[in-house]
């Protein structure tokens, strides 16, 4: 008889009452069933997201609960489905457009700036434009330089447009439900890398995440790290690994909204720690961090022991190759690099 022992069996974690812990990607899809329920005028549409439940498996479950009257497969003709978005919701419905990628909503970029946008200001409130519309950006996949770039940065730049970036499955709910509930036109920007990623998220179907308050997601003194979406998770990694390894604490501002900006929270940090490193997937040339460095060189020039750090996307058309691929991501070693840097420290 072997006397050999089973390894010991990981304990799964013990939701709290009323929270459950899910991946981003089911937080979404519950938030989309909650409002849908609410509200009979909210409805989903975009490419494959009713009979092959989403390019990423969002709406999985979703048409056969609602029926294809509420989850709509459209043609590959962004401009086209976008438009009829912003028609319904003009007439009063409440539609969430899944763009495949963000690179794909390009190809409807009049309809959003020049039209979505537009719509409340040029009708003087009379007419309002709840759309919302979800889709993935960043890189890291091998996707090729057409499938891998992150704009919210573009779209932010647009008035009239409210622009939010969930970096957890509890925000991806509350930012969503906000979003849809909202009466002008919201772009909801995740991200593929993290639609697995796992984490606690509130049941109560009336929960929602504020737009415009960032939130402190971990309290440093030593450095601030400003960041969205996916960076939000490397800098949380970083921040982890200098507090073992250097002994700095640092501490992680997630902007979650890009437009409203909450420079209140970001300001409030970097007038605590002194100083300041911004994070994007994107090319931080005329990006989220070259905002977020004008925004706090003017509000904490007297705070700053040091120049605002950024860190972004190396600014190449992205590469197929894996390591070069790596190369150019803001991945966690130059965010790391950065941070050091402007603590005076050696890396």
Known sequence: MSTTQAPPQRAEPVDRPGFETMTYREALRLAMREEMLRDERVFVMGEE????DGAYKVTAGLLGEFGSDRVRDTPISEEGFVGAGVGAAMLGERPIVEIMTINFLL??????VNHAAKIGAMFGGE???PLVIRTPNGAGNQLTAQHSQSFEGWFAGTPG???LAPATPADAKGLLKAAIRDDDPVLVVENLAIYKERGEVPLDPDFITPIGLAAVAREGTDVTLIAHSYATVRALHVAERLERTHGISAEVV??????PLDV?????????TSRAVCIEEGWPTYGV???????????CFDDLDAPVERVGMAEVPLPYAKELENAALPNEQRI???VLATLGRAA
């Open 49 to 52: 997201v009713g009979v092959f």
């Open 107 to 112: 190809v409807a970029m009049d309809q959003v």
């Open 127 to 129: 007419v309002r434009c």
């Open 161 to 163: 447009l409210k622009v």
């Open 254 to 259: 997630d902007l979650r909204s890009l437009r």
């Open 264 to 272: 209140e929270t970001v300001a409030a940090s970097v007038a605590k």
């Open 289 to 299: 961090s070259a905002e977020l460095a004008a925004r706090i060189q003017y509000v």
């Open 336 to 338: 790391q690099a950065a």
